[in-house]
């Protein structure tokens, strides 16, 4: 095993523990991922729609980024937060979660 499969193996494993700590991943993690691949921050609420639209994003997760306020977001994490925070996020957040991913 060389220092990258070790550096791989700890990182894996650091990320299990810290999600049996915190409980699993938001639901929005990995579409949102998907959605703003390639993106550059930091990005306005027009640019993060306009990047995920180019990433054959779907509606659902359109719909939350286009309803985003009007400003700059810093990061990834920015933009999750912000749609955590927002109330419909709750059961369109779920509904994501159940419906299955087109194939790329």
Request: glycine share 6%; hydrophobic share 35%.
């Amino acid at each position: 095993m060389n220092d990258d499969d070790t550096r791989r193996t700890r990182l894996e494993e650091g990320m299990k523990e810290l999600e049996t700590r915190m409980g699993g991943p938001s639901p929005l993690a990995q579409p949102l991922q998907d959605a703003l691949l390639g993106a550059v921050f930091p990005l306005s609420t027009e640019q993060l729609v306009w990047l995920a639209r180019e990433n054959d994003t779907p509606p659902v997760v359109l719909s939350l980024l286009g309803n985003l306020p009007p400003r700059r977001f810093e990061s990834l994490d920015a933009v999750q937060q912000e749609l955590e925070s927002r109330d419909e996020v709750g059961e369109q957040a779920t509904e994501l979660s159940l419906a299955p991913m087109p194939p790329r």
